[in-house]
């Protein structure tokens, strides 16, 4: 995590998030790498991160023979 500028009482912050990679674990499970950004009330970046999101995979239809 990098913090790049102060933030202060009574600032308002925006959060945005972009998926960067997604990369199958299992017919079930995933993980979803994304780019963080937070911006204050003057649109200055204050705060830049990865996180990674392990998630539930849905069936694609060659999986799930009854949407096929």
Request: aromatic fraction near 4%; hydrophobic fraction near 35%; glycine fraction near 4%.
């Amino acid at each position: 995590s990098d913090l790049i500028a102060p933030v202060f009482p009574g600032d308002t912050v925006h959060v945005t998030k972009r998926p960067l990679e997604r990369k199958a674990l299992s017919a079930t499970q995933g993980v979803v790498t994304f780019e963080t950004r937070v911006l204050n009330q003057d649109g200055t970046l204050v705060c830049a991160y990865l996180d990674r999101v392990l998630l539930r995979r849905r069936p694609t239809p060659s999986e799930n023979p009854a949407t096929a």
